[in-house]
């Protein structure tokens, strides 16, 4: 990736970034690689559990017409974990050199190629490296060693409860980063594997009976322990440790699923990662597990993350309370523990005897956690209180008294649940219809809009009537938009066709609300010395001006004054107060959009954490529909170095300054006083090659290439919170994760409304398999891009 930076009192700050590297091929390999004696290469690296132990080796590859087949992230100048400035391998591309070759691995340390030092190098000096390598490269990598494993066999008899495990892992699955292995997950009570003692979660599969389980995939897997009889031998392998990712709970997951006695976890992530992102699949799973095929109902459970093409079909999107006839309809016991959301879920009912039922789980509340609540369940009793007949305030009332400890028993039971529903539903069409805000009006405004934020229609208490879910990003067909107050619309899927009808919010009632809540926000940040405790909020336009902050003769270059996410105290712009907040700061709520054909395809831009690694993937795994354009410099040309492959040498620097100012370029930067660019005409190259240009820049070159005409598919991938990001990166600091997160915030409050999505996750195979899907759904014949008239 080549970077260029800003400096300001003596500290190198990262600003933008034009160029990955991906390399990749097929090729003959003719050498055998040697083990480097213990520490006799590469520097060390920070490590939770004392100092690591490391193996070293050197894997010769012979670069034919794509590449090494490789993926790489990390630098001096953009670490990849922590403040580590190793480069990491982060991808082995199927098919390519080194996985023909098969023994570089995924987290594997680059520490040389062939005799250049790259265990300190920048991004771009390892990448240069690679580039300049020859036909022949020789890696010299380092990567931890292996726990040492005890290899015994033991002996399992089948009970009625079957084997009584859960495994996870497999080519394509991986369990553990960069390990194909089968690995044990849940010890299930009653099966056989407790009542025999030996098997523990963490262990590795190695054989059942006579099948070989090392490097097969998971279907493989489930096949071969389908295949036994009665008695059952399984050769394990006991590590030395427990890996991070393998809970330890013994309990069944509710994502577990029972192949001839056997519980297997959905193919697509580990069984907690699956608890944890899928809670839609949980509510709808069995109480036990039963016979069912391998192949779940559950879009998200089969979806192959690693497969472009293989993404979900346009328009189809998931009901996150549809009804399996399958499940059970028997009073179950349900026993939850209350958090700081309470116990997170809703009621209704409790008239003329018709039953108490849960309307509304909360993610990320006890119930949803829990996986074993349902919307439908009619609550029979509480703490063994009986709700049978009981009103609508009673069952609160015995809800609210019920301690810590919660017993629920339910019942599920979804048609008189609809039937109930339905009969709400005519309750508030009828108050709407008759109340002043009725959308019953004379003149109907029609329009498509796409949404700037997420809406729960059951977290919105004033719905007058049956209200319509959707997502930032998602195109709505507003049918009617004459009400002030409330919009009935319709959602557009990505082939165009329409479904639902529903209520939503008006953009004056959005905007409303927003600046009443914003209103009542107590701002707080990092304070200084001088400030007495001034709070360090700024509002958007402020933002820009500091963060962004561009020369007066170049309005698209960045400025030496100010580097992105810089810190700029109170002193320097004052404090700010209320009103100034409130004032002319934009509140996200629609755009109005027009459908246009499609006659080029569309650059791509992700922003937020993970975004290098998912621009690697992206051309590494779909070289024939992803590629990164050449980038324009002053700077004298190398010998290696080829005008229009490495970089579009321009004559003059007064050039590019002029070509800066007629709006020819989307970014400019200046680097030890050369400037570097990338140009409208470079994106436009790859797009008329019918790829999606990659491109590594700022948000305010989202606008700009919609002012040249071509419309971005831009994504914000947005973490949960600092502790998801400390999730999916072990190694980092709650500082680090605190920072990242400050920034992805700050992004989404600058350039909200010209993303195309906001992508969130669990894990990292979760965000990159959504962002794949944004892509495609994206990719046309036809795309709504924002109309001439604003709302």
């Given at each position: 990736?080549?970077?260029?930076?800003?400096?300001?009192?003596?500290?190198r700050?990262?600003?933008?970034?034009?160029k990955?590297?991906?390399?990749?091929?097929?090729?003959?390999?003719d050498?055998?690689?040697q083990i480097?004696?213990?520490?006799?290469?590469?520097?060390?690296s920070?490590?939770?559990?004392?100092?690591?132990?490391w193996?070293y080796e050197?894997?010769?590859?012979?670069r034919g017409?794509?590449?090494?087949?490789?993926s790489i992230?990390?630098g001096?100048?953009?670490?990849?974990?922590?403040?580590?400035?190793?480069i990491?391998?982060?991808?082995i591309?199927?098919?390519g050199?080194?996985?023909e070759?098969?023994?570089?691995?995924?987290?594997?340390?680059?520490v040389?190629?062939?005799e250049v030092?790259?265990?300190e190098?920048?991004?771009?000096?390892?990448?240069?490296?690679?580039?300049?390598a020859?036909?022949?490269?020789v890696?010299h990598?380092?990567r931890?060693k292996?726990?040492?494993?005890?290899?015994?066999e033991?002996q399992l008899?089948?009970s009625?409860k079957?084997?009584?495990f859960?495994?996870?892992?497999?080519?394509?699955n991986?369990?553990?980063?960069?390990?194909?292995?089968i690995?044990?997950?849940k010890?299930?009570?009653?099966?056989?594997?407790?009542?025999?003692?030996?098997l523990?979660?963490?262990d590795?599969?190695?054989?059942?009976?006579?099948a070989n389980?090392?490097?097969?995939?998971h279907?493989?897997?489930?096949?071969?322990?389908?295949a036994?009889?009665?008695?059952?031998?399984?050769?394990?392998?006991?590590?030395s440790y427990i890996?991070?990712?393998?809970?330890?709970?013994?309990?069944?997951?509710?994502?577990?699923?029972?192949v001839?006695?056997?519980?297997?976890?959905?193919?697509?992530s580990?069984?907690?990662?699956?608890?944890?992102?899928?809670?839609?699949?949980?509510?709808?799973?069995?109480d036990?597990?039963?016979?069912v095929?391998?192949?779940?109902?559950n879009?998200?459970?089969?979806?192959d993350?690693?497969?472009?093409?293989?993404?979900?079909?346009?328009?189809?999107?998931?009901?996150?309370?549809f009804?399996?006839p399958?499940?059970?309809?028997?009073?179950?016991?349900i026993?939850?523990?209350?958090?700081s959301?309470?116990?997170?879920?809703?009621?209704?009912?409790?008239?003329?005897?018709?039953?108490?039922?849960?309307?509304f789980i909360?993610?990320?509340?006890p119930?949803?956690?829990?996986?074993?609540?349902?919307r439908?369940d009619?609550?029979?009793?509480?703490?063994?209180?009986d709700l049978?007949?009981?009103?609508?305030?009673?069952?609160?009332?015995?809800?609210?008294?019920?301690g810590?400890t919660?017993?629920?028993?339910?019942?599920?039971?979804?048609?008189?649940?609809?039937r109930?529903?339905?009969k709400?539903?005519?309750?508030?069409?009828?108050?709407?219809?008759t109340?002043?805000?009725?959308l019953?009006t004379?003149?109907k405004r029609?329009?498509y809009v796409?949404?700037?934020?997420?809406y729960?229609?059951?977290?919105?208490?004033?719905?007058?009537?049956?209200?319509?879910?959707?997502?930032?990003?998602?195109?709505?067909h507003?049918?009617?938009?004459?009400?002030?107050?409330?919009?009935?619309?319709?959602?557009?899927?990505?082939?165009?066709?329409?479904?639902?009808?529903?209520?939503i919010?008006?953009?004056?009632?959005v905007?409303r609300?927003?600046?009443?809540?914003l209103?009542n926000?107590?701002f707080?940040?990092?304070?200084?010395?001088?400030?007495n405790?001034?709070?360090?909020?700024m509002?958007?336009?402020?933002?820009?001006?500091?963060?962004?902050?561009?020369?007066?003769r170049?309005?698209?270059?960045?400025s030496?004054?100010?580097?992105?996410?810089?810190?700029?105290?109170?002193?320097?712009?004052g404090?700010?107060s209320?009103?100034?907040?409130?004032?002319d700061?934009?509140?996200?709520?629609?755009?109005a959009?027009?459908?246009?054909?499609?006659?080029?395809?569309?650059?791509v831009?992700?922003?937020?954490p993970l975004?290098?690694?998912?621009?690697?993937?992206?051309?590494?795994?779909?070289?024939d529909?992803?590629?990164?354009?050449?980038?324009?410099?002053?700077?004298?040309?190398?010998?290696y170095?080829?005008?229009?492959?490495?970089?579009?040498?321009?004559d003059?620097?007064?050039?590019?300054e002029?070509d800066?100012?007629?709006?020819?370029?989307?970014?400019?930067?200046?680097?030890?006083e050369?400037?570097?660019?990338?140009?409208?005409?470079?994106?436009?190259?790859?797009?008329?090659?019918g790829?999606?240009?990659?491109?590594?820049?700022?948000?305010?070159?989202?606008?700009r290439?919609?002012?040249?005409?071509l419309y971005?598919?831009?994504?914000?991938i947005?973490?949960?919170?600092?502790?998801s990001?400390?999730d999916?990166?072990?190694?980092?600091?709650?500082e680090?994760?605190?920072?990242?997160?400050?920034r992805?915030m700050?992004l989404?409050?600058?350039?909200?409304?010209?993303?195309t999505?906001?992508v969130?996750?669990?894990?990292?195979?979760?965000?990159?398999?959504?962002?794949?899907?944004?892509?495609?759904?994206?990719?046309?014949?036809?795309?709504?891009?924002?109309a001439?008239?604003?709302?």
């Amino acid at each position: 990736m080549f970077s260029w930076w800003h400096f300001r009192s003596g500290h190198r700050v990262r600003s933008v970034s034009f160029k990955k590297y991906v390399d990749m091929i097929m090729y003959e390999q003719d050498g055998q690689g040697q083990i480097w004696p213990q520490g006799s290469e590469g520097g060390e690296s920070d490590y939770i559990n004392g100092e690591p132990e490391w193996e070293y080796e050197t894997i010769p590859l012979f670069r034919g017409n794509t590449g090494l087949g490789f993926s790489i992230a990390g630098g001096a100048d953009n670490p990849h974990i922590g403040e580590d400035p190793s480069i990491f391998i982060t991808k082995i591309i199927p098919g390519g050199a080194a996985a023909e070759d098969g023994r570089l691995k995924i987290n594997d340390i680059i520490v040389k190629v062939n005799e250049v030092d790259v265990s300190e190098a920048t991004h771009s000096e390892a990448v240069d490296a690679l580039k300049q390598a020859g036909t022949r490269v020789v890696l010299h990598v380092k990567r931890l060693k292996a726990p040492t494993e005890n290899v015994l066999e033991i002996q399992l008899i089948k009970s009625n409860k079957g084997l009584g495990f859960s495994i996870a892992g497999g080519i394509g699955n991986q369990h553990i980063p960069g390990d194909n292995g089968i690995f044990v997950t849940k010890i299930i009570e009653g099966g056989a594997a407790e009542q025999d003692g030996r098997l523990a979660v963490g262990d590795r599969l190695i054989a059942v009976n006579e099948a070989n389980l090392d490097n097969v995939t998971h279907e493989e897997a489930v096949a071969a322990l389908k295949a036994t009889q009665e008695v059952v031998n399984l050769t394990i392998a006991k590590p030395s440790y427990i890996p991070d990712n393998v809970s330890q709970d013994q309990g069944t997951p509710p994502s577990a699923r029972k192949v001839e006695n056997v519980a297997v976890v959905a193919p697509t992530s580990s069984p907690d990662t699956f608890i944890r992102s899928s809670p839609d699949f949980r509510r709808s799973s069995p109480d036990k597990p039963t016979n069912v095929s391998l192949h779940s109902e559950n879009t998200y459970a089969n979806e192959d993350p690693g497969s472009f093409g293989m993404l979900k079909q346009k328009g189809q999107r998931k009901d996150p309370y549809f009804y399996d006839p399958h499940i059970s309809r028997d009073p179950r016991k349900i026993i939850l523990k209350k958090g700081s959301t309470g116990l997170g879920f809703n009621i209704v009912g409790g008239e003329n005897g018709e039953g108490i039922f849960v309307s509304f789980i909360l993610a990320g509340a006890p119930a949803d956690l829990s996986g074993e609540l349902r919307r439908g369940d009619q609550i029979l009793s509480v703490n063994g209180k009986d709700l049978l007949l009981a009103t609508h305030e009673e069952a609160a009332g015995a809800l609210k008294t019920a301690g810590d400890t919660v017993e629920l028993v339910v019942q599920y039971r979804p048609d008189e649940y609809n039937r109930f529903e339905a009969k709400i539903q005519d309750l508030r069409e009828q108050m709407m219809n008759t109340s002043t805000g009725s959308l019953r009006t004379t003149q109907k405004r029609t329009l498509y809009v796409r949404a700037l934020f997420d809406y729960e229609p059951t977290k919105d208490s004033g719905l007058p009537s049956k209200g319509l879910a959707f997502k930032y990003g998602d195109i709505l067909h507003v049918t009617n938009a004459s009400d002030d107050e409330w919009w009935q619309a319709r959602y557009v899927t990505p082939d165009g066709e329409e479904e639902g009808m529903g209520i939503i919010p008006s953009k004056k009632r959005v905007d409303r609300k927003e600046r009443a809540r914003l209103k009542n926000v107590k701002f707080t940040g990092k304070t200084s010395e001088k400030t007495n405790g001034n709070v360090q909020h700024m509002n958007a336009n402020e933002k820009k001006k500091k963060n962004f902050s561009f020369s007066k003769r170049f309005p698209f270059m960045k400025s030496k004054d100010h580097a992105v996410g810089e810190d700029i105290s109170a002193d320097e712009r004052g404090a700010d107060s209320e009103a100034s907040y409130r004032g002319d700061e934009p509140i996200l709520s629609y755009e109005a959009v027009v459908q246009q054909e499609l006659k080029y395809t569309r650059p791509v831009i992700i922003l937020g954490p993970l975004k290098d690694r998912i621009n690697d993937d992206l051309i590494s795994e779909f070289p024939d529909k992803f590629g990164s354009c050449v980038p324009h410099t002053t700077r004298p040309r190398r010998d290696y170095e080829a005008d229009g492959r490495d970089y579009h040498f321009v004559d003059s620097r007064e050039q590019m300054e002029r070509d800066i100012q007629n709006h020819l370029f989307i970014e400019a930067g200046q680097y030890n006083e050369n400037l570097y660019g990338t140009s409208v005409a470079s994106v436009k190259e790859v797009a008329e090659k019918g790829k999606h240009c990659i491109l590594d820049v700022s948000g305010n070159a989202i606008k700009r290439l919609q002012v040249a005409g071509l419309y971005p598919v831009a994504i914000l991938i947005k973490p949960k919170s600092i502790e998801s990001i400390m999730d999916m990166n072990k190694r980092i600091t709650e500082e680090q994760a605190r920072l990242t997160y400050e920034r992805t915030m700050k992004l989404e409050q600058e350039f909200g409304e010209y993303f195309t999505a906001v992508v969130q996750g669990d894990t990292a195979n979760e965000i990159y398999a959504k962002v794949k899907e944004v892509i495609r759904d994206q990719s046309g014949p036809t795309i709504w891009v924002p109309a001439k008239e604003k709302l």
